[in-house]
């Protein structure tokens, strides 16, 4: 695997140009960390390193109008960020690996991806140079469900809990000590 350093993030988050995807990181400000994440939802923060991100509605209209674009800030978040916590379920890394890997499809579906099996490990690779930002003891959430823990995330993914205006929205949420980052692709 690549060292990390600012080199091999930029190479590695580049699997997400292809897709409408929000790949980022911020400061772990709060002991919250929904707060953070909420931060980053609605675009009021760069990366925590000055490291590349990937925002495709970045500068673009919608985000004008409305800074959270795409992102839908339930009004009870506003009020209690725990309210968003019963829709992520926390993944272990493994799971983490597939679900980066996976979110990089088109469809967000690995069944549907053009000799995946001879690009998995190029893919992987990438997917645990971006995990590498998060030590041991980090922790990782997807919005796809109960069961998110053990499910398969080279097999198609039918179940999720949308935070967006898109018709579907699958996003894991990195967290550790120090940073909050998240990969969200939309189709």
């Known amino acids: 695997m690549a060292e ?18 929000i790949a980022k990181v911020t400061s ?12 980053l939802m609605r675009g009021d923060t760069r990366d925590a390193r000055g490291w590349r991100t990937v925002d495709i509605w970045e500068g673009e209209l919608e985000r004008l109008d409305e800074p959270s674009y795409p992102f839908v800030m339930p009004p009870e978040a506003v009020a209690t960020a725990d309210a968003w916590k019963p829709y992520l379920h926390e993944i272990p890394r493994s799971q983490a690996i597939r679900f980066l890997v996976a979110l990089s499809t088109p ?12 690009r998995r490990e190029a893919l992987e690779a990438k997917a645990r140079v971006l995990l ?22 080279y097999q198609r993914v039918s179940r999720w809990y949308s935070f967006s205006t898109r018709t579907f ?3 894991l ?13 939309f189709r």
């Open 4 to 21: 990390l350093d600012e080199r091999s993030w930029s190479d590695a988050i580049d699997m997400y140009e292809r897709r409408a995807t």
């Open 28 to 39: 772990r400000e709060h002991e919250n960390w929904v707060l953070d994440l909420s931060t």
């Open 107 to 118: 469809w967000i579906d690995v069944t549907k991806e053009p000799h995946f099996e001879e």
């Open 132 to 153: 590498s930002r998060f030590p041991a003891g980090s922790r990782f959430y997807a919005n796809t469900g109960h069961g998110s823990d053990t499910r398969d995330y």
């Open 169 to 171: 929205d699958f996003g």
């Open 173 to 185: 949420v990195l967290v550790s000590e120090t940073e909050v980052g998240m990969v969200w692709s």
